[in-house]
Every structure is written in C-alpha cells, then in structure tokens.
C-alpha cells in the first residue's frame, strides 16, 4: 500500500463520508430505542445526553439505564457500568497501534480517540484501516468516530422527544431497536467467544436479575462473558493475531 496521504488529500472529509451511512444510521436508530426508554422510565433528557457523550458504549449505556430506572444504588450503577465497559479495552489495545502515524504513545490524541471508540468504529477501523493512508489514519478515524456520536445523539433526542408521538402499538418495537443492533455488532465480529458470551448472557442474565435487579446485570454480564472468553479459547490467542 502507498502510505503516501496525496493518495486521501482529505482524509478527514473521507471519513465523514465513510460515517455517513449505514455505522451513522445504525446508531441513530439504536439510540433512538435507548432514547425512547429512558424517556419511558423517567431519566432527564440531560441525562441521557450526558449519559452518550460520557459512557458511549450501547453496553454500558443499557446498564445505566437498567439500574437507573431500577433505583440501584451508586455503588451497583458504577460497577455494573465499570464492568459493562471493561470490554473496551481489548478494542482499544488492538485498535489504537493501527492509526499511529509515530511509534510511542501520543497520550492526548490517543486518550481522545479511545473516549470516541465503539464497536461501530473499531470494526470500521479492523476493515478498512489498510485502505487508508498511513499519514491520515488518525484524523480520517477521528471525524468518523465524531460523526457516528453525532448520529447518536441525534438518535437519542429523536427517541426520546418522539417517542410520544408514535401510536401505542409501535413504541415497543422501537425499543427493540437498541438490543437489536448490539445483537448485530456482536455477530458482526465472527468470533466463537463473542457468540458463546451471547448465547450464556441471553440464557443467564435474565434469571440473575431474578434474583437481584441491581446486581444481576453487573454478576451475569461479567460471569457470561468471562465464560463465553474462557470456553471460546479467547485466553489463548494473541492480541491482533
């Protein structure tokens, strides 16, 4: 591959584009459902706002949303949402050396790219890093990531203010939306640990939150996934191997 940035002059409008699609309408209309469902249980449009732009992860995001609408405690909201989003660092490991324009560790941009990171974006970055110029990679990921969060946002404002208007037959699909298009992001990475974590958390974590609303979530999610890691032979494989 040319490394050469003449081959992308605008890697920043690139990935706008790039954006704008189906990663920016797939999170528009996840968080049209999440918007629509904290609008149901009672949470401040701030909040559900602040809630995107500061956890950004469809996970974590559900998880605050369960204990908040539950009235969990601080302490059960901040360690279901800590383990919701441990899932974020094998991304951003794996992720972050493929937009490097300089060997080391650039802390400020590299800290900002992680925060902007979701599965949407580090799919896009797995798939298509190799297409992009070497010398634009950072900022040609960076406007894409801003982009999607944008969508979301969007997304999230839609749900929640539009919810209302919608006929009572249809608001329950629409809160579907959000499961949905995690469903789709973890079948889209085609790994066996991802469908096995999948498989044990659908079987699993329902009859945990039966047994406690706060804890549930946080216990089941941490004890799937773990399996799901363990049975699928994820401890056995390297890092971007």
Known sequence: ?????????????????????????????????FGALTESGGMEFWMMMASVVLIWSMPALMTFSEVMVNSGGISAMFIAVAFANVRNIPMVVTALPMVRT????????????????????WIHILVTSSTVPLAGRRWYF???SITVLSAALAGGAAGYFGVNQLPAEVRPALLLLTPLYLTLIMLSVRKLTGYLSLALGAIFVPMLMTWSVEWGLAAG???TG????????????????
């Open 102 to 121: 300089v060997p080391g560790i650039r802390w400020l941009a590299d800290l900002t790219l992680a925060q902007l990171m979701s599965p949407t974006t």
């Open 142 to 144: 960076t406007v894409f």
């Open 221 to 223: 999610g941490l004890i």
């Open 1 to 33: 591959m040319n490394e050469d940035i003449t081959d992308m002059p605008r890697p920043g409008w690139a990935g706008f584009k790039a954006a704008c699609g189906l990663p920016a309408l797939g999170l528009f209309s996840a968080l049209a459902g």
């Open 226 to 241: 773990t399996a799901g890691f363990l049975l699928g032979g994820g401890h056995r494989q390297k890092v971007g191997g």
